[in-house]
């Protein structure tokens, strides 16, 4: 599937944004801290743009289990029994005339006696192509001409709940659907039918002109292909972001918030025109997440077609001056993302190229390989990777590896310790006694004694003046890696700095901090400092320390 491409007039995120603005809204660098970890400048954002975040997914057996549970796969496996050990089928692969009725019985779609509905027949015709398709049933001819229809070697390993086999079967089922919706969505108005002329050797030849417009209609037509499964793509990944940063239980999304997101331009309001465009991109999507919502890949609450009811005949406004109440918003659609939709659009990102990790990946490891990966990784979530790694990890024990890989003056190192930490906090203060056998480490000192102040202990001595001010500067050189040079964030930070009514003294002390990153420290502080004096001390420290190196 096609990465998405947001609208991006360049402003940063956050400017000009609104409040209900949703995580998939914001660039990657504000919600990973990528591009300071990683050197990224303004070319590189295109690259950017379309890191993929790390999603959580149920065990395999259980979405094997949620895979079954579809109505219309499980249809498909109950007709695929129902053919053994043979059942005849017309010279196309449908069911006969006389097995339909039945069929549709079968699948609970019709009472057991009396008259089948129509559409109860239709709809099992749907679920027998789709076990076709599947090659849940193979289809063949016997010795006496007779087509018929045989169960797949797929069939009993899926009944059985193969996860492998169940998982392969309805991501085939979701692509046809995927691929049937964009179809369906896809024919222009004036196109619709087959266009004449193009059934094979008819009479005659047909004149030029005819032939010209044959051939402008398959354009259209492929033209309007090619748009409506762009537009469904960016809408799925702009779905599958959405989720991965939601909250349990706020995954749901309103189809007017998700049409918004793929039409106005970062840090815009919507215009009149813009307007317009959302409402036309709802009507778009909303057969096309009908389909999806067939196959479990998400849930869907289509738009309410009496909303098209105007007594005028145009079509309502989708977002107005005067918000609406929940049921009222409700109206124009809803829109969830399911565990089974996750995964597979995540193998539609993973075969076409892009990295799309899980949620846990990088806490495989030891800690040296969970704090490196984290660091090293544009697209993850680090909280996450550190609550799977301390999961019944013994504490102590835990603290130890941390600590020990969070040393190191290379250039991560400020952000590993700062990730140390975090994972600290996680393990509880149960770690204590690794921690305090750091207390006189030159790195890892100043910030352990914090971290055991914190929980409580009254007996941690002060940090001296060098250990200080060493623990200033790779506290403030990780949050300058972690959050991609966040002004506001770090202006906050500086307000906060132990200078004591002594720049020239305080910062004449800084600047000899033997520390890999002193002199990055000190030029942001001389660029956000907002006392002007004080921002001058700074910059002459930097130059300072500049100078030494």
């Known amino acids: 599937m096609a990465g998405r491409r947001r609208k991006n007039t360049g402003a940063p995120a956050g400017e000009g944004s609104t409040e209900a603005v949703l995580p998939a809204d914001l660039e990657l660098q504000d919600l990973y801290g990528a591009f300071a970890a990683h050197g990224l400048d303004d070319e590189d954002l295109d690259d950017a743009a379309v890191l993929v975040p790390p999603v959580k997914l149920p065990a395999e057996r259980e979405l094997a289990e949620q895979a079954k549970a579809v109505p219309m796969f499980g249809y498909a496996l109950a007709l695929a029994r129902w053919a053994a050990p043979h059942r005849a089928v017309d010279e196309f692969g449908d069911l006969v005339e006389e097995d339909r009725a039945p069929a549709a019985r079968l699948l609970g779609l019709a009472p057991a006696e009396g008259e089948v509905p129509e559409e109860a027949e239709v709809e099992a015709l749907r679920a027998w192509s789709l076990a076709c398709d599947l090659d849940l049933v193979e289809l063949g001819t016997t010795a006496e001409g007779e087509h018929v229809a045989v169960p797949g070697p797929d069939l009993e390993p899926a009944e059985q709940g193969d996860p492998e086999t169940v998982l392969e079967l309805w991501l085939t ?59 469904l793509d960016e809408a799925l990944q702009v779905l599958y972001e959405t989720t991965a940063f939601a909250e349990p239980g ?76 929940e049921e009222e918003s409700a109206r124009f659609g809803l ?67 941390l600590l020990a890989a969070a040393r190191g003056a290379d250039g991560y190192g400020p952000l590993r310790r700062m990730l140390c930490v975090s994972a600290l906090n996680l393990l509880g203060p149960d770690a204590a006694p690794a921690v305090r056998e750091v207390m006189d480490d030159p790195e890892l000192g100043g910030a352990a004694r914090a971290w055991l102040t914190a929980q409580g202990a009254t007996d941690v001595p002060v940090p001296d003046r060098a250990m200080a001010l060493w623990t200033v500067v790779d506290t403030f050189a990780a949050q300058l890696l972690d959050n991609g040079g966040d002004a506001e964030l770090l202006r906050e930070l500086i307000t906060d700095l132990p200078v004591n009514g002594d720049p020239a003294g305080w910062f004449g002390e800084l600047w000899r901090v033997d520390h890999p990153y002193t002199a990055d420290v000190l030029e942001a502080i001389g660029e956000l400092h907002p006392d002007r004096a004080l921002a001058k001390e700074a910059r002459k420290a930097a130059f300072k320390a500049r100078s030494r190196n």
């Open 173 to 231: 089922a979701a692509g046809i659907v995927r691929e049937l919706a964009v179809e369906a969505d896809s024919v222009p108005e004036e196109a619709e039918g087959e266009p004449a002329g193009l059934g094979g050797a008819g009479e005659g030849a047909e004149p030029a002109g005819e032939v010209e417009e044959d051939e402008d209609a398959l354009s259209e037509v492929e033209e309007a292909r090619d748009e409506a499964a762009e537009l």
């Open 335 to 401: 829109v969830r993302l399911t565990p089974l939709g996750q995964y597979g659009i995540r193998q539609w990102l993973l075969e076409d190229g892009y990295d799309a990790p899980l949620v846990g990946d990088l806490a495989k490891g030891d800690a040296a390989e969970l704090l490196r990966g984290v660091c090293e990784s544009a697209n993850v979530l680090p909280e996450e990777e550190l609550r799977v790694w301390t999961a019944d990890r013994e504490p102590v024990a835990a603290a130890r590896e």
């Open 250 to 325: 706020n995954e749901t999304v309103p189809l007017g918030v998700l049409a918004a997101l793929l039409v106005v331009p970062e840090g815009e309001e919507p215009s009149e025109e813009l307007l317009g465009d959302i409402t036309d991109v709802m009507v778009a999507l909303d057969p096309m997440l009908g389909d999806l919502a067939e196959l479990g890949l998400l849930e869907y609450r289509p738009i309410d077609p009496e909303l098209f009811d105007e007594e005028d005949g145009e079509e309502p406004a989708v977002v107005g001056e005067e918000p609406l109440d």
